[in-house]
């Protein structure tokens, strides 16, 4: 028989706190009313017991809209960069959406 390891909350928050410092953690907080995915500054503001939330986390991944290319009336153009970011981390993500994330692998690959 396999024994179960759990880890109380406390240490789970104080894990995530420490991913917070080197990578952008996602995870589902409360937006006004609404239970949505954003990225969080500290573990405390991620609401854990929750059954579904109101948005994907799809957008994380594929933002509804982004500036690819820019231009001035002098007619110059700027192109962000985007060298920067930090890796991401999605916590608290359902089953179905992680799984439909591989499947627009295969549709982007």
Not at 38 to 56: H, L, Q, W, Y
Not at 83 to 105: H, N, Q, S, W, Y
Request: charged letters at 30%; hydrophobic letters at 40%.
């Amino acid at each position: 028989m396999k024994k179960v390891k759990t880890l109380s909350r406390e240490k789970l928050l104080h894990a995530l706190d420490a991913l917070i410092k080197k990578y952008q953690l996602f995870a589902p907080v409360k937006d006004d009313t609404i239970l949505t995915f954003a990225e969080v500054k500290k573990s405390s503001e991620i609401i854990m017991d929750f059954t579904n939330s109101a948005g994907s986390p799809k957008k994380i991944f594929f933002p509804q809209s982004e500036t690819i290319i820019s231009y001035s009336r002098d007619g110059s153009r700027h192109v962000p960069e985007y060298a920067g970011e930090k890796k991401r981390i999605v916590f608290g993500m359902r089953p179905c959406d992680a799984k439909a994330l591989t499947l627009l692998d295969k549709v982007f690959d």
